[in-house]
T-cell receptor, first 116, second 113 residues
Framework: DVKVTQSSRYLVKRTGEKVFLECVQDMDHENMFWYRQDPGLGLRLIYFSYDVKMKEKGDIPEGYSVSREKKERFSLILESASTNQTSMYLCASSLRRTGGLVETQYFGPGTRLLVL | AQTVTQSQPEMSVQEAETVTLSCTYD???????LFWYKQPPSRQMILVIRQEAYKQQNATENRFSVNFQKAAKSFSLKISDSQLGDAAMYFCAYSGANSKLTFGKGITLSVRP
């Protein structure tokens, strides 16, 4: 079974703090993704990566950055946390099919972040 | 850009009955995947079913099946013999050549005992 783990289930931070969310997958997947999930808005893509050291902006990258130094690990960084970044953050990974289509994504359990 | 629309925010079904969740999408691509994901309360998002656009046959996984209408750009999920464990939020998602997965806003399904 594919396993995607996230470093924390719950996190409370202060405005202005730098926040690191880590995601690790154990299935040698090329693609990794970071989403945020908010009620009524579904899942919105923040960033994704299709290879080590490669990253692409998603739909809402502002206020976030990412790092992928190893294939199995994808980190999301909030440079200076703000209250509007309070949300559920989901990491996912998938194989990459030739032609760019994304295969089935496997999700981590999520990190519920509260910024005070 | 591709869009995925789930127009119903909530549905309810009696245990053992059948329910259909609707999803429409917009795309100009001919090769793509469609997915239904399930997110139980406070639990991990998991894949329910997947459909490849070039396959005419509707995907089926046990009590879950889809009605894929490519020309109409419709992808509904049918849950037969509903069980209490089916209560969850369900997301429809589209995967195309832009290497992204586009999700609908989700529908909350409740199951009445």
């Amino acid at each position: 079974d594919v396993k995607v783990t996230q470093s924390s289930r719950y996190l409370v931070k202060r405005t202005g703090e730098k926040v690191f969310l880590e995601c690790v997958q154990d299935m040698d997947h090329e693609n990794m993704f970071w989403y945020r999930q908010d009620p009524g808005l579904g899942l919105r893509l923040i960033y994704f990566s299709y290879d080590v050291k490669m990253k692409e902006k998603g739909d809402i990258p502002e206020g976030y950055s990412v790092s992928r130094e190893k294939k199995e690990r994808f980190s999301l960084i909030l440079e200076s946390a703000s209250t509007n970044q309070t949300s559920m953050y989901l990491c996912a990974s998938s194989l990459r099919r030739t032609g760019g289509l994304v295969e089935t994504q496997y999700f981590g359990p999520g990190t519920r972040l509260l910024v005070l | 850009a591709q869009t995925v629309t789930q127009s119903q925010p909530e549905m309810s079904v009696q245990e053992a009955e059948t329910v259909t969740l609707s999803c429409t999408y917009d795309t100009s691509e001919s090769d793509y995947y469609l997915f239904w994901y399930k997110q139980p309360p406070s639990r991990q998002m998991i894949l329910v079913i997947r459909q490849e656009a070039y396959k005419q046959q509707n995907a089926t996984e046990n009590r879950f099946s889809v009605n894929f209408q490519k020309a109409a750009k419709s992808f509904s999920l049918k849950i037969s013999d509903s069980q209490l464990g089916d209560a969850a939020m369900y997301f429809c998602a589209y995967s195309g050549a832009n290497s992204k997965l586009t999700f609908g806003k989700g529908i909350t399904l409740s199951v009445r005992p």
